[in-house]
């Protein structure tokens, strides 16, 4: 079984080389960060990238949902099977996520999502949770729109007043599919598309 861990080395690997790599490895050793809990080791070495890169977290978290949305499709084809669009997808992302959690994120709990219609193009995606999910959330969205050639915008709204924990993502999935598959997320030189 590969883990999350892994799946992250590799995109780094290939996105930004090795010294990258070998410096995020060596700043985990340096803080002993090292769990049992997958969760936790994946937020780790992505603090520890975000650092490296001298990225924001939120630009490291969203490059990593984009980047990983493809490998973990291909790993996980039952995720992606009987749906045409990341709207279908998104309208069960509790299923989904429980899914994925099983067999990538084995100890951790899942947040519950909730999935709401705003207008005939936009859902919104609500759970309580760390604010680094949403962001994960945000460029896996983006990466499911590549994976299925679709036009999708993502924005993170602020949660009412009161509800610290409540994290919103709008995805305005538009009805024309894209002609050409382009890259997405953060590129090797580090800007955010």
């Not at 309208?91 to 994925?100: E, F, H, K, R």
């Not at 705003?118 to 949403?134: C, K, Q």
């Amino acid at each position: 079984m590969t883990s999350l861990l892994l799946l992250l080395e590799e995109l780094v690997d290939a996105d930004f080389g090795a010294t990258d790599l070998h410096a995020v490895r060596k700043s985990l050793g340096a803080r002993g960060d090292s769990s049992a809990d997958p969760a936790v080791e994946a937020k780790a070495f992505l603090d520890a990238l975000a650092i490296v890169q001298r990225r924001t977290p939120a630009q490291v978290y969203v490059w990593a949902g984009t980047r990983l949305a493809a490998p973990v499709a291909k790993l996980l084809p039952k995720l992606t099977k009987g749906h045409t669009s990341t709207r279908s997808m998104l309208l069960q992302m509790t299923q989904m996520a429980n899914m994925l959690a099983a067999e990538l994120l084995p100890e951790s709990t899942c947040p519950d999502f909730w999935a709401d219609y705003l207008d005939g193009e936009t859902v919104r995606i609500g759970f309580d949770g760390p604010r680094e999910v949403a962001w994960v959330l945000e460029g896996a969205v983006k990466g499911l729109g590549t994976h299925f050639s679709e036009r999708v915008d993502v924005s993170l709204p602020d949660a009412p007043a009161g509800l610290l924990e409540r994290r919103l993502v709008d995805v305005k999935v538009r009805q024309e599919r894209r002609s050409s598959r382009p890259t997405s997320g953060l590129s090797a030189a580090g800007s955010r598309s």
